[in-house]
């Protein structure tokens, strides 16, 4: 995967928004969502989130649509598990499958208490000069993309989401994503209707990249990126609402078509 494709995947994985949570609080979500880039849809995303007490469970699926369906049939799943304790999300496992492509994409982790303690990706990361290696402690105090999103919140219209830096390793490399609140913005989609805090957005390498790649470059530089989160019900919870990443061929919008939440205990 290139280190656009782990961003993006990063920022749509970052579906996820959670507070210290009573253990009789339940909270189900089935979202839709559109991607698209430069105004032209490329796929579309659905989730399904539940969370119950401190116990979270997410799937999501991706497929490609309209002209990105002449260049690629990759369908890709991500599912994601874990628990928030005293402030802190600490999943468990983290699961990928990219299907019908040449070089299929899997990742298999298992982590316990922030540490990652079992890993498998293929295709498996490629010995290039000028990479920076991955040590054991790079996988330590790290949560997974799907994971980074559930961010513990104390306001009740998320705006506190955006203040902190998610420690994320995939299976292949370790990075940072930099959040910081830029202010507030009313959005209407199906199921949802009222005000979203927008955060901008900041990737950074650790290891596993080439550090003087253009590509990796250009993210690290990178000042058009952006995620707007919504809070659910009880103002304990949200989801980000919408992702946009600026890249040389146009904007990428990740944005969401319906929200079906329902929520009990909050």
């Known amino acids: 995967m290139t280190p656009m494709a782990r961003i993006l995947a990063a920022a749509f994985s970052a579906v996820l928004v959670m507070g210290g949570a009573a253990e009789a ?46 260049v690629t049939a990759v369908r890709t799943t991500v599912s994601a598990s874990g628990e928030v304790r005293k402030g802190r999300v600490l999943p468990a496992r983290y699961r990928v499958r990219a299907e019908e492509i040449k070089r ?37 105090g790290v949560v997974d993309p799907f994971s980074s999103g559930l961010i513990p919140i104390r306001s009740a219209d998320g705006r506190d989401a955006c203040d902190r830096t998610l420690e994320i390793y995939d299976g292949w490399t370790r990075y940072n994503v930099r959040l910081a609140f830029k202010g507030m913005r009313r959005v209407k989609t ?17 290891a596993g990249h080439r550090p003087a790649k253009k590509e990796v470059q250009y ?37 969401p078509s319906r929200f079906n939440i329902s929520a009990a205990g909050v």
Request: hydrophobic share 40%.
């Open 25 to 70: 609080q339940k909270v189900n979500v089935q979202a839709s969502y559109e991607i698209s880039l430069a105004g032209w849809g490329i796929a579309k995303s659905t989730l399904d989130l539940k969370i119950n007490g401190r116990r979270y469970e997410a799937s999501l699926f991706m497929k490609p649509k309209g002209v990105a369906r002449i």
């Open 104 to 140: 299929p994409v899997a990742v298999d982790m298992s982590m316990r208490g922030g540490n990652v303690s079992k890993v498998s990706a293929r295709p498996p990361l490629k010995k290039r000069k000028g990479r920076v290696n991955i040590t054991r402690a790079h996988r330590r």
């Open 219 to 255: 993210l690290k530089n990178n000042r058009d990126l952006e995620v707007t989160v919504m809070a659910l019900p009880g103002g304990r919870y949200g989801i980000p609402y919408s992702v946009s990443i600026g890249t040389p061929n146009g904007k990428i919008r990740v944005e």
């Open 190 to 206: 199906k199921g949802f209707s009222g005000k979203v805090a927008v955060c901008a957005a900041r990737w950074v390498p650790v």
